[in-house]
């Protein structure tokens, strides 16, 4: 099966297979692959220095099917799926006054 996936920032430079010049890549999956079978095939896990796996997605990206928050490894993907990976989000800007 196929499935588009679009990444951010430094995960454009840290995946296994090549994207386009918008982070895009469309991957071809076994049927019943799973986010983790995703993540596997684009190498995130070996860029990782922890082990990605053992905790829940949200903990390392945001990642979004077909528009809807999905933050389960186990999460079964389907053909013509959209997945969009960002990297962790942390900081931000203080207002001062």
Do not use: C, W
């Not at 903990?59 to 959209?82: P, S, T």
């Amino acid at each position: 099966m196929k499935v588009s996936v679009r990444v951010f920032s430094f995960l454009r430079e840290a995946l296994a297979v090549p994207t386009n010049e918008r982070g895009e890549a469309e991957l071809e999956l076994a049927s019943g692959a799973t986010l983790k079978d995703l993540f596997l095939q684009l190498g995130i896990d070996r860029q990782m220095k922890e082990d990605l796996f053992a905790g829940s997605v949200q903990r390392a990206f945001q990642v979004m099917i077909d528009g809807q928050v999905i933050n389960d490894f186990a999460y079964e993907l389907k053909e013509g799926h959209q997945v969009i990976l960002f990297p962790p989000m942390s900081g931000g800007s203080k207002e001062e006054h």
